[in-house]
């Protein structure tokens, strides 16, 4: 028995393609899950062209839909259950999903929402706590117009932090005061005061700016660098009072904070943008639109089913 599957294909439009792929045959700690919905990251994007998922792999991190199978040592959620999971292979009709990777959905958040938390959502709860996020706080996003950004943003503000947010033009600004945003700057035009956090995700110059910002025992998070260029310190940049730049990955199962932020999307404390929204048949299109910066928010795959 085979499953359709997008999976990474050098030569195809954004290297990748639908594909039959065999079932997957679960582990004792793993459910199986018929997938509904899956969203784009801009992770995936690197992931197909740069071989870190090789071809003939199937892509993915994040997906939403039905349990059909559940754990054989118990534990986890029950056949029927609507989860969101943050997993290797994700954009497939059927995923093998460990337990410790996946979150209850609650009845008032639906799946096309849910599936936008995962990689976006994660990185940026985990990146805020790690800097040490807290009311009397000053943060800085950068790339606050993506996915991560419009995360980071609304978590921050939720916990009492001034919120600046970056963008790369005015248009990438809307909708970030709504989010919580208590200044929306394109580039770093004008910030002068110094801030305690940073959450980078676009590297490169700007992420030697938001260093230089970077007050006295402030915290910058290195997420992402979809800038794609290098970042040149000045002599003696690094030399004064301590501050750390910390390099930020997601490096454990991150079914608890799902449920934390699934929760919170239920309850209408955090909103989920949806920039793009199709079949998973127009993959080529939703790649060119979030390389091309031109989804605000998360970009939503429908697992389309033949
Ligand atoms: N370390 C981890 O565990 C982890 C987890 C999640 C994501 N990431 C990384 O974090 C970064 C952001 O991810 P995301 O999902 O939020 O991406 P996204 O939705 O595509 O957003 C990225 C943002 O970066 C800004 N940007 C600035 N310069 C850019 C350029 N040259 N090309 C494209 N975008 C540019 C864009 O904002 P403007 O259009 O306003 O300029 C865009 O909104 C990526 O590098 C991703 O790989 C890492």
Redesign the pocket.
Known sequence: MSVRALVVDPSAPAAVRLADVPEPVAAAHQVLVDVSQASL???DL?DARSGRVPPGAVLGSDAAGVVVQAAADGTGPAVGTRVVALTSGAFAERVAIGVDELAEVPEKLDLARAVGLP??GV?ALRSLRAAGLAPDKRVLIT?A?????RFAVQLAARAGAHVIAS???AA?GAGLREAGADEVLVGLEGLRQPVDIVVD??GGPQMVAAWNLLAPGGSLQS??????EPAVLPPYATVGPARSLTS???DSPAGADLATLAALAAEGALTVDIGWQGSWDRFPEAAEA??G?R?PGKAVLEVSRV
């Open positions: 990251n801009h992770g690197n990689v976006a990185a790339g117009s993506g996915g991560v950004g963008v790369g033009s990438r995700s676009v997420v992402g660098w979809t800038s794609g930020f990955v997601i979030l390389h910066r989804v």
